[in-house]
């Protein structure tokens, strides 16, 4: 199973945000965000060619990048509420275990990715051993998503996705 992690694109000011009282999660992608969306979402296509599924938690930013994703590399798009900020990475694997042997790109936000990836290559997600910028991919390699099971395979930061672009 290919496993390939992305932090959703630059969004809106969470203190600006919160001004205008609605829930963090309705918090959108700025204009530049979307921007810089399409052209991780075209670098990443470019290296990859396809994905068999895309899965984003349900919260405005990450669902905008995950579409524009979606859209680049022709693959289906799912919400997930395994890619919420609150859930365990077991409760992520569970699910992600059901689509063993796909190549699936998980939309999300930091610092749950991270903490996923640290527990898939560790074993625990306490200590991260790994951080992600916004837009940035990162694919992990494993049989069965499973503490501990995962190995790095790469890691894209945004300015190389664009320079693929």
């Not at 399409?38 to 405005?60: H, M, N, Q, Y």
């Not at 022709?74 to 190549?103: C, I, M, Y």
Request: no cysteine; hydrophobic share 45%.
């Amino acid at each position: 199973m290919e496993i390939i992690f992305l932090r959703h694109a630059p969004a809106g000011e969470r203190e600006d945000w919160a001004r205008t009282g609605r829930p963090d999660s309705e918090r959108p992608l700025t204009a530049d965000g979307r921007k810089r969306a399409r052209e991780a979402a075209k670098g990443l296509a470019a290296f990859i060619e396809t994905a068999d599924l895309v899965a984003t938690s349900p919260w405005a930013r990450a669902k905008e990048t995950a579409e524009i994703v979606s859209k680049a590399l022709g693959a289906p798009l799912v919400e997930s509420n395994f890619l919420l900020p609150h859930r365990s990475p077991s409760s992520l694997a569970l699910w992600l275990s059901g689509l063993d042997g796909q190549r699936v790109v998980l939309v999300g936000h930091e610092p749950h990715l991270s903490k996923v990836i640290s527990w898939l290559m560790a074993g625990s997600g306490s200590h991260t051993i790994v951080g992600l910028k916004k837009s940035q991919a990162l694919l992990l390699e494993t049989k069965k998503a499973a503490a501990g099971t995962a190995v790095l395979a790469w890691s894209l930061p945004p300015k190389a996705l664009r320079r693929l672009s």
